[in-house]
């Protein structure tokens, strides 16, 4: 062992066949305030939540999640499709178009919802800083 050289070698995780598609909606509510795609629903809605606090995330869904927290609350997620792991992005941009139609307060960003064929009119891009 003396002298013998390690270097980090990334876990593989093998690529999910199933995508989910969820929405984060107010517990005060019930209004769907977001739609997203993961193949861990429980790990991902702990990253929503985690990331916004301790990165003190400005966004519209940061302002939100800290909102909450505030209030001693936390978004909860609705798995609202199963789609192969392959499909998830049309089938998110298909759900956010489908929440944003119908009146939906998404706390999405305009460049994502842009990216997502969900607002047709130029959208700003994040800022660099």
């Avoid at 909102?67 to 792991?85: F, H």
């Avoid at 119908?102 to 130029?122: D, F, S």
Wanted: charged fraction near 30%; aromatic fraction near 10%.
């Amino acid at each position: 062992m003396v002298g013998q050289i390690f270097r980090y070698i990334k876990p593989e995780r093998p690529k999910p066949a199933t995508a989910y598609i969820y929405t984060l909606n107010d517990p005060r509510t019930d209004e769907v305030r977001y739609v997203g795609r993961t193949a861990r629903p429980q790990e991902r809605v702990n990253a929503h939540i985690t990331h916004c606090l301790s990165r003190n995330r400005e966004g519209p869904r940061g302002l939100w999640i800290r909102e909450l927290w505030a209030e001693g609350l936390t978004p909860y997620m609705v798995i609202i499709d199963e789609v192969p792991y392959a499909e998830r992005w049309a089938a998110e941009n298909k759900w956010a178009k489908y929440y944003h139609e119908r009146g939906a307060r998404l706390t999405i960003e305009p460049y994502e919802l842009k990216r997502m064929g969900v607002l047709t009119e130029p959208a700003d891009q994040p800022s660099a800083s």
